[in-house]
């Protein structure tokens, strides 16, 4: 879109924060970047640049502006829509894989050389994978020295920063302070938290319907893992150094997240990992307006609008749980899993809340007993080829999959059928044009709406909706009564 400079110079002048994150605006004369957003007056159109990420505004060396934070601005829905290998890399940046793998890692995992990846990022982002991974660190390390008293020394380290010389010089050429300067300038009258729990807001585009996405997560949360209480959604996630406690507050313009982790260094991927599970970096404008053109959905999305896709932190995870929930209740469900999760999860302390235990691996699972899984034989077959799969890295389900190569992976397993594989491609892979014209509650919908009542001809009626079906399937599961389209209460 930044090439479109017609369609941003516009975006800026109305202040329209619908095109945060989608591009970014720098100023010549200032030497600032912003997001369109920002609150300032805007700048001469002979003044403006626009670059497609913050990491190309930062190499063309503008500084962030101190008014409207651009780097904490919502990421761009293009790397949630898309299956291409420049948004699967975007998403792995944003799992930290850079910081822990570097770029030959990162290359890797995509199955292309690092100078194509180079390549390509660069054309379409104006920066390469190393400076998409420096702004990111930067970020972090502004939320680390805003928020909290640790030292430096461990900012620094947490943030992925592999010198306290590259942490400096970063926020200097970042935020044109030094660490200390951006402390004190925030911390008038805001004293920082200690090295604990860590508050933060998580932006999104508006609007938001909270009800489906957290009535999902709650109505589906396997007992010790996750929970409701006192009105947020609380969630144990294993991380790349240690494990961590998510408790996530719908808010009228943010998500009110807090984060404790047993590893600083896993900040960056939390945020991002909430991020995805929360669906927040969608665009619901374009979603909704879409889905609005079918004057059966009309109604439906005039009557709550913006309603996410709820994901996962974990896809492995998910997987299995899918299973789990072949042919029973959501009750039934959550009971299968809390049994594998006392046998064979890690056990967790939480003084704040009742989460005990981390969902068993691929590996721990691989070593249950089919014996004593209560449900029928061939599901139990189901399960133990999926967990092998996983546990070999044979089937991926990762942040950066391919989600074509995915789903032809889990066809092939016993058991999977399109219910299964369309399920785990909307909620683990993340994919916006899953659909499940079999599930009983779509089934159920389609024939209050008067559509059509098969599958096949569902599918066909559903070609309208198109990339967004897996939107579409939020609006329709919300013409029932059941708890997951409910915010819970209690």
Known sequence: MHEDVERCVRAVQSKDARFDGWFFGGVVTTGIYCRPSCPVAPPKRENMRFYPSAAAAQQAGFRACKRC?????????????????????????????????????????????????????????????????????????????????????????????????????????????????????????????????????????????????????????????EEWRDGSFRRAMRLPHGHGIATLRPQPDHVACTLS???????????????????????????????????????????????????????????????LGQQVSTAAARTHASRLVAAYGEPIDDPDGGLTHLFPTPSALAELDPETLAFPKTRRTTLLTLVDGLATGAIDLGVGSDWEEARARLSELPGFGPWTIETIAMRALGDPDAFIPSDLGIRAAAKTLDLPATPAALTRRAAQWRPWRAYAVQYLWATGDHPINLLPTH
Not at 160 to 186: C, H, K, Q, W, Y
Not at 281 to 289: G, I
């Open 69 to 225: 934070r651009p780097d904490t601005s919502p990421g761009s829905p293009e790397w949630n829509h898309r299956a291409d290998v420049v948004a699967r890399a975007m998403r792995l940046i944003a799992d930290g894989v850079v910081d822990r793998e570097g770029v030959t890692g990162l290359a890797g995992r995509l199955g292309y050389s690092t100078r194509q990846i180079e390549r390509q990022l660069n054309a379409e982002l104006g920066a390469g994978p190393l400076a998409l991974a420096r702004a990111q660190r930067a970020q972090t390390a502004r939320l680390l020295i805003e928020t909290t008293s640790l030292p430096m020394g461990d900012v620094a380290f947490a943030a992925g920063f592999a010198s306290i010389r590259a942490f400096n010089d970063t926020v200097r050429d970042v935020f044109a302070l030094t660490p200390t300067g951006l402390r004190e300038r925030v911390a008038k009258g805001h004293p920082p938290a200690g090295s604990g729990a860590l508050s933060l807001r998580l932006p999104f585009r508006a609007p938001l319907c909270p009800d489906n996405l957290f009535g999902h997560l709650t109505a589906t949360a396997v007992p010790g893992v």
């Open 261 to 323: 982790l047993t590893d600083l260094r896993d900040l960056t991927i939390a945020i991002s990992r909430c991020r995805w599970m929360l669906d927040l970096d969608a665009d619901p404008v374009a979603v909704d307006d879409l889905l609005r053109s079918d004057p059966v959905l009309a109604p439906l999305v005039d009557k709550a609008p913006g309603r996410r896709v709820p994901r996962t932190v974990d896809a492995p995870e998910f997987a299995v749980r899918a299973v």
